[in-house]
């Protein structure tokens, strides 16, 4: 078993729809989550990350992570062509950063 | 410029033969990382290096080896390429202690 599973997509949805990407892990020690985005012929770039069980929000996009399910989302208000990537999940363990165990990523489509 | 540069960023070669992938950062971070990308396997750690004199195996180092040339410099080696080295490969930097890792923009290699 992968310790952090992630649907690979596609996800094709309109401009303006809410998208939910989703990652489940097997490790209760993961403490700290992560989503990168990666561009087309691009690397990977972070996205957003938290620490704790809950939500965090940024702008049109929230981290949510439930530590008792072993579950993280990621939700991306009023989508846009522009968010059209593939997103992945990350976690690690808490001051252990050289160890990330990263999901395979989602394909996002966002048709205008 | 970039912060993180990889060369060559597209390499097709045979089986057998020897080639090196090469990483550079201006990000003055002391701690760097190859990756290799499949499609629904997501990023995999090769090597990692905490310093120019530390050096580590990841989780996928068979056939693969490193040199950490000075702190800005950090090539990844194939010693007799095989086609199931075909893959995308990233190089990341972090700072020590820190929890965000930069990529590279990858480079593209084929192994036929």
């Known amino acids: 078993q992968k310790e952090v599973e992630q649907d690979p997509g596609p996800l094709s949805v309109p401009e303006g729809a809410i998208v939910s990407l989703n990652c489940t892990y097997s490790?209760?020690?993961?403490?700290?989550f992560m989503w990168y985005r990666q561009y087309s012929r691009k690397g990977p770039e972070l996205l957003m990350y938290t620490y704790s069980s809950g939500n965090k929000e940024d702008g049109r996009f929230t981290a949510q992570v439930d530590k008792s399910s072993k579950y993280i989302s990621l939700f991306i208000r009023d989508s846009q062509p522009s968010d059209s990537a593939t997103y992945l999940c990350?976690?690690?363990?808490?001051?252990?950063?050289?160890?990330?165990?990263f999901g395979s990523g989602t394909k996002l489509n966002v048709k205008p | 410029d970039a912060d993180v540069t990889q060369t060559p960023r597209n390499r097709i070669t045979k089986t057998g033969k020897r080639i090196m992938l090469e990483c550079s950062q201006t990000?003055?971070?002391?701690?760097m990382y190859w990756y290799r990308q499949d499609p629904g396997l997501g990023l995999r750690l090769i090597y990692y290096?905490?310093?120019?004199?530390?050096?580590n195996k990841g989780e996928i180092s068979d056939g693969y080896s490193v040199s950490r040339q000075a702190q800005a410099k950090f090539s990844l080696s194939l010693e007799s390429a095989i086609p199931n080295q075909t893959a995308l490969y990233f190089c990341?930097?972090?700072?020590?202690?820190?929890?965000?890792?930069?990529f590279g923009p990858g480079t593209r290699l084929l192994v036929l």
């Open positions: 990350a976690m690690s363990y808490l001051y252990n950063f050289n160890k990330f165990y």
């Open positions: 490790n209760s020690a993961f403490q700290y």
């Open positions: 990341a930097t972090s700072v020590s202690g820190g929890e965000t890792q930069y």
């Open positions: 990000k003055g971070h002391d701690r």
């Open positions: 290096s905490f310093d120019v004199k530390d050096i």
